[in-house]
Nanobody, 128 residues
Framework: QVQLVESGGGLVQTGGSLRLSCAASGRTFSTYAMGWFRQAPGKEREFVAG?????????YYADSVKGRFTISRDNAKNTVYLQMNSLKPEDTAVYYCAASKNSGPIVVPRKIYDYNYWGQGTQVTVSS
């Protein structure tokens, strides 16, 4: 069982930056692929970014955030991060951290059903 707690959300102006953190409990964090999803009001939850578990060398981004967002992980701290730069109003959403326990070592899962554990979410609001 893994518990995930997100932090770092808030209100920021267009063009600003935020860094989200997701702290995981348990001693097996390093064997979980990790992902960030978001859900805007009235919309479905969507994939934002993901990172594999072995070494964290592989990452994948949604086209809408590519070049602006960066996912990283620190296995010593059981934490995954999402650095968000050049934020736009359309980035406004609740952001969720998720963990995938059965992914291959270099795989970056991108589907909601690939993930087994979810955090409670953190609100990100980008004002125009």
């Amino acid at each position: 069982q893994v518990q995930l707690v997100e932090s770092g959300g808030g209100l920021v102006q267009t063009g600003g930056s935020l860094r989200l953190s997701c702290a995981a409990s348990g001693r097996t964090f390093s064997t979980y692929a990790m992902g960030w999803f978001r859900q805007a009001p009235g919309k479905e939850r969507e994939f934002v970014a993901g990172i594999n578990w072995r070494g964290g060398q592989n990452t994948y981004y949604a086209d809408s955030v590519k070049g602006r967002f960066t996912i990283s992980r620190d296995n010593a701290k059981n934490t995954v991060y999402l650095q968000m730069n050049s934020l736009k109003p359309e980035d406004t959403a609740v952001y969720y951290c998720a963990a995938s326990k059965n992914s291959g070592p270099i795989v970056v899962p991108r589907k909601i059903y690939d993930y087994n554990y979810w955090g409670q979410g953190t609100q990100v609001t980008v004002s125009s």
